[in-house]
Each structure stands twice: as C-alpha cells, then as structure tokens.
C-alpha cells in the first residue's frame, strides 16, 4: 500500500507561481509512474502532468506546457509540480497519483491505470 501526501496549494493571483509536492510512503517509489491531476468544480479530473520511473520523460496536457514543470527526487520520495504564469483557469484540487505496474508506455491519461491517489491540495489562482 502507497501513501501520497499532496501539499503546496494555496491562493496565488494570476501571473504568479506555486510549487506542489507529493511525498509517498514505501521503498520503491522509483517504480512508480507518477502524475499530475487536477478537478476544477463542476468538471471530471483532468490529466495535467507524468512522469516516468527515473524522471527522464515528462507530459503533459497541452494547456499547461511551457508554464507547468513536473519533476521528481526519488531519494526523497517525492514528486513536484512548479506551476507559473498561473491563470484563474488553473484553479481546481491538484491530486498526485502513482502507477506500480511495469508498462513500457505511460498510463492512460484518463487517470484509470493509477493506483494510488493523494488526498488532493486546493490551488486557487485570483484574477
């Protein structure tokens, strides 16, 4: 069993920047796929970032490439997503998510192949 732990939300006006983190409990966080989702109120979850087993391949969803940034340090067991030029559109409980199956392409980004999940960590983005 994983434990995900999201911190790092907060309310932030547009233009500005967060960092989010994710620490996950256990030993063998590098075999985890790990990733980003986010729900705004009154939509489903959304894909937003992932990243593979020793961080050298990253996505995203279209929206957020060249403002978002997903990274991980897996002596840390965590996983981070620096957001900036952030924008009211942005608002919505950020959820990590970890993927232990061994897979040669990135889970679904409709969010189904994770396994684990976070509690979730709001980000609230002023106009």
């Known amino acids: 069993q994983v434990q995900l732990v999201e911190s790092g939300g907060g309310l932030v006006q547009a233009g500005g920047s967060l960092r989010l983190s994710c620490a996950a409990s256990?030993?063998?966080?590098?075999?985890?796929?790990m990733g980003w989702f986010r729900q705004a109120p009154g939509k489903e979850r959304a894909f937003v970032a992932a990243?593979?087993?020793?961080?050298?391949?990253?996505y995203y969803v279209e929206s957020v490439k060249g403002r978002f940034t997903i990274s991980r340090d897996n002596a840390k067991n965590t996983v981070y997503l620096q957001m900036n030029s952030l924008k009211p559109e942005d608002t919505a409980v950020y959820y990590c998510?970890?993927?232990?199956?061994?897979?040669?392409?990135?889970?679904?980004?409709?969010?189904?192949?994770?396994?684990?999940w976070g509690q979730g960590t709001q980000v609230t983005v002023s106009s």
């Open positions: 256990g030993r063998t966080f590098s075999k985890y796929y």
């Open positions: 990243i593979s087993r020793s961080g050298g391949n990253a």
């Open positions: 998510a970890a993927d232990d199956t061994p897979r040669y392409t990135p889970p679904s980004t409709s969010g189904y192949e994770y396994d684990y």
